[in-house]
Nanobody
Framework: QVQVVESGGGLVQPGGSLRLSCAASGGRFGIHKMGWYRQTPDNQRDLVAL???????NYADSVKGRFAISKDTAKNTVYLQMNKLKPEDTAVYYC???????????WGDGTLVTVSS
């Protein structure tokens, strides 16, 4: 059974940094994309960053130059390094895993990131 589990959220001051982790389990994934979406109480869930099995990345315009996604293939884990955080980055961050072989998406339970002084 495929599962994804996030960790690393918390409270940080504006301008600070935080790193999120997402570990996936449940076997070999083949062609896939993995990464992060975020959601605020009054918004839909929006893309933050994705990385696919070949290493290609995709970022939301609002985080380009500040956030960096990376992966440890051996551990089936992706990381989101978030720098120069802004109050508008405050959201629940959800780990995302899309598997080509199943044609479906798996979501984590979410981790809260709060950027506030």
């Amino acid at each position: 059974q495929v599962q994804v589990v996030e960790s690393g959220g918390g409270l940080v001051q504006p301008g600070g940094s935080l790193r999120l982790s997402c570990a996936a389990s449940g076997g070999r994934f083949g062609i896939h994309k993995m990464g992060w979406y975020r959601q605020t109480p009054d918004n839909q869930r929006d893309l933050v960053a994705l990385i696919d099995n070949t290493g290609n990345t995709n970022y939301a315009d609002s985080v380009k130059g500040r956030f960096a996604i990376s992966k440890d293939t051996a551990k089936n884990t992706v990381y989101l390094q978030m720098n120069k955080l802004k109050p508008e980055d405050t959201a629940v961050y959800y780990c995302y895993l899309w598997l080509f072989r199943e044609g479906r998406v798996y979501w984590g339970d979410g981790t809260l990131v709060t950027v506030s002084s």
